[in-house]
């Protein structure tokens, strides 16, 4: 009897649309494709063979990284903006807290006062001494 393995996580699943590859990697190969044949055909006339080959490695190659990288489930793209979005954020991260423990009289009757100020009126009025 033949058993076929399903995955837990159903979310994680791709459809594969033509040759076990899916939209986006067919996409990006085309491009890849694309861009790639005609910068060795071109190349070819001018220079050898070999050469030709690196230039539409290295034309070729970043589109490839582009759509066949994927960290935590985002791709290429989602992942540099975070990066940049990250870089261009302010680097200094004030953490401010009002501890919950203050038992300073101070703060209490200062904010008693503003509130009595501001014309709000507060059901419950004690002096705090």
Known sequence: MAYVK?????SKVKTK???????????GFSIAGLLGFP???L???FLSTDIS?????IVVLPILFATLYEKDNLP????LA??????????????????IYNTDKKDKI??????????????RRRRIE
């Open 6 to 10: 399903v995955p837990k996580d159903l």
């Open 43 to 45: 190349c070819k006339n």
């Open 53 to 57: 080959m690196i230039l539409m490695s």
């Open 82 to 99: 975070y990066i940049v979005r990250f870089h261009k954020a302010e680097k200094i991260r004030v953490y401010k807290m009002k501890s």
């Open 17 to 27: 649309v033509a040759l076990n590859l899916t939209k986006r990697q067919l996409i």
């Open 39 to 41: 910068v060795y055909l």
């Open 110 to 123: 200062k904010e008693k006062i503003t509130i009595n100020k501001s014309g709000l009126k507060s059901n």
């Open 76 to 79: 290429f793209e989602k992942h």
